[in-house]
């Protein structure tokens, strides 16, 4: 690990004015992936500010009905919130399918949304990877691609994104609240949050440099069923091959947002026209451009599968 200097951040205006300020700065709270890929020397900041003392650390009503959830509530006060349990059960089950009780206690409610990909090429510094090293190539094109994307891929960059609360949050239309560094704030529709590759998977969200998370916002409940389905190689401490977000109606309609298959969730809002019809005719629409490999070409249908099991549950 190379050194670095530290600040504490003494509010969240000052905490992004002083990343702004300071070339190579980056922010730590519950640290679970940025240490490791500073032990990796995958990431290499210069001066580290700490926000853990900002009092972002709770989950308030809104004035609208929904949740304001702080930027630095752990992963695990989160999920056994008992209005997060009560009306976005989907939340709480994606948090409880990631990682383990120990990351969990830790890891936060940004940091979660900002965690880079597990591809094994960008953890291996001795193979070109486009997201570590802009321009250096991408070594999953042509290699081991079995955990990769199989939508939303680029000729620079086939990695996925492992966040599991991230699908939850996708699936239930949360804002992310920033503050900038000139201390303006601002809303960020979870849509517009995560980037596709293109030719920049270096560049993973829409976040200016600078710019700090201060909270998640929850919309008012929608009610209906409410389920997290994560399929894996292993049954716990594994990232997604494939995971079904959804929120069913007894109407049969509803909402569905899909991990482990591209560079951010994915969710195509035209799918859930169909979720009346079955399982087959969403994946249909939600994988319409698909460019999977020979290796994880099982990842389609197994998503038409997951999504088959999901509806049958939401059915009773």
């Known amino acids: 690990m190379r050194s670095f200097t530290y600040e504490r951040a003494g509010s969240p205006a000052a ?113 070109p990877c486009n997201k570590r090293q802009p321009g250096s190539g991408c070594a999953a094109i042509g290699g081991f691609t079995r955990p990769l994307a199989v939508i939303g891929t680029s000729d620079a960059c086939i990695a996925t994104h492992p966040s599991d609360m991230a699908v939850a949050m996708r699936a239930l239309d949360a804002t992310v609240e920033t503050v900038r560094p000139d201390g303006t704030a601002r809303g960020i529709p979870i849509a517009e949050f995560h980037r596709l590759p293109g030719d920049t998977p270096d560049i993973e969200t829409t976040l200016a440099p600078g710019e700090l998370i201060t909270a998640v916002t929850l919309p008012k409940p929608v009610g209906g069923k409410h389920i997290y389905r994560k399929v894996r190689d292993r049954a716990s401490y594994a990232f997604a091959l494939v995971s079904v977000a959804a929120i069913v109606q007894p109407d049969g309609t509803g909402r569905v947002a899909l991990g482990g298959v591209a560079h951010r969730p994915w969710r195509v809002e035209a799918a859930e026209t169909e979720m009346p019809r079955g399982a087959k005719a969403v994946a249909e629409r939600l994988l319409a451009g698909a460019k999977p490999t020979d290796e994880n070409a099982f990842k389609l249908p197994l998503v038409e599968r997951t999504l088959g099991a999901v509806l049958a549950e939401a059915k009773g």
Request: aromatic share 4%.
């Open 15 to 127: 905490a992004a004015a002083a990343a702004a300020r300071t070339e190579g700065a980056r922010f730590i709270a519950g640290g679970t992936n940025l240490l490791d890929l500073m032990k990796l020397e995958i990431e290499t900041p210069t001066h580290l500010i700490d926000v853990n003392g900002l009092a972002l650390d709770k989950i308030e009503t809104t004035t609208e009905g929904g949740l304001r959830i702080g930027a630095l509530v752990r992963n695990t006060d989160l999920a056994a919130d008992e209005r997060v349990r009560r009306d976005y059960g989907l939340l709480s089950r994606a948090l409880l399918a990631g990682a383990s009780g120990q990351l969990r206690n830790k890891a936060t409610t940004a940091g979660n949304l900002l965690q880079r990909t597990r591809c094994p090429y960008f953890y291996d510094t001795n193979q």
